[in-house]
């Protein structure tokens, strides 16, 4: 005969499961709605932040420490005049670990870091759909410029930086195209003036140069056969002079009394 099923073991199950699945959405609900602005960060960029997402990651050292919350767009219709506020959530959970004693928290460990070079700047993180994150740096060098510090007080703002496509577009736009264009334009505009005069002199001046390179390779080709004729009559001549030697080293007496017929 089969065992009956307990039911009332079955009921404490569905409970158990019940309240767990409600507490975690307890919890969920209340990091989302409830949470700490201690941990929250405000950073300004100067360049597009096209591909940057509410939930991007924000990287440090390869450690993902943090995820963009909001972003918001706030207008001055005075001067018309944009910001772009990038709130960032720093995850409650990670922490960060600190040697110097007197440092107690992460505000203060966060703001000594920012004072020692710490800086925000985007990078890429897929090229092919061309979502970015942003990347906490250290970069000593780089000037602090709080830009609204008294706007957003009660958010720490991390210093921003451009990114290395930031300053390549900054690099370029310094560039006076118009006026390399217009130079280039105005060269090629001289060129045709003038070339239609500089022509027959340049192919006057190139007949007279072949004219005179000729001219030279005539005079040096009878340069180069008369020094061999030369170099020749010399070595005859040293030729004539060794066998005289040869001869009246045989024949002493010859300076006395000439060669013996």
């Known amino acids: 005969m089969a065992k009956k099923p307990n039911n009332k073991m079955i009921g404490l199950f569905m409970a158990a499961g019940i309240g767990i699945f409600a507490l975690i959405l307890i919890i969920s609900l209340r990091n989302s709605i409830f949470k700490n602005d201690k941990d929250t960060v405000v950073m300004y960029f100067e360049e597009s932040l096209r591909g940057l997402n509410v939930g991007s990651s924000v990287m440090f050292k390869g450690v993902e420490v ?4 909001r972003i918001e767009l706030v207008a001055n219709t005075n001067d018309l005049s944009f ?31 920012i004072k020692k070079g710490l800086r925000a700047r985007l990078g890429v993180q897929n090229y092919i759909t061309g979502q970015l994150f942003i990347e906490l740096t250290i970069q000593p060098d780089s000037p602090l410029i709080l830009k609204y510090k008294s706007v957003d007080g009660d958010y720490m703002e991390i210093p921003t930086i451009l990114s290395p496509m930031g300053m390549i577009s900054q690099d370029f736009s310094k560039i006076p195209l118009k006026q390399a264009v217009d130079n280039i334009n105005g060269t090629f505009e001289t060129l045709n003036k003038e070339l239609p005069v500089l022509m027959p002199k340049l192919i006057k001046t190139t007949d007279t140069t072949n004219a005179i390179l000729e001219e030279n390779r005539r005079i ?12 020749k009559n010399i070595s005859n001549a040293a030729q ?17 009394k000439g060669k013996r017929q």
């Not at 943090?66 to 919350?69: A, C, K, L, R």
């Not at 709130?87 to 870091?113: A, F, H, M, W």
């Open 66 to 69: 943090g995820q963009v919350s």
């Open 83 to 113: 910001r772009i506020p990038v709130y960032v959530q720093l995850n409650p959970d990670q922490r960060i670990i600190s040697r110097d004693k007197s440092l107690r928290g992460k505000q203060e460990l966060l703001s000594e870091l």
């Open 220 to 231: 040096t080709n009878e340069t180069i056969k008369n020094l061999n004729q030369a170099a």
């Open 240 to 256: 004539s002079f060794g066998n005289l030697s040869d001869y009246i080293e045989r024949h002493p007496d010859a300076l006395l």
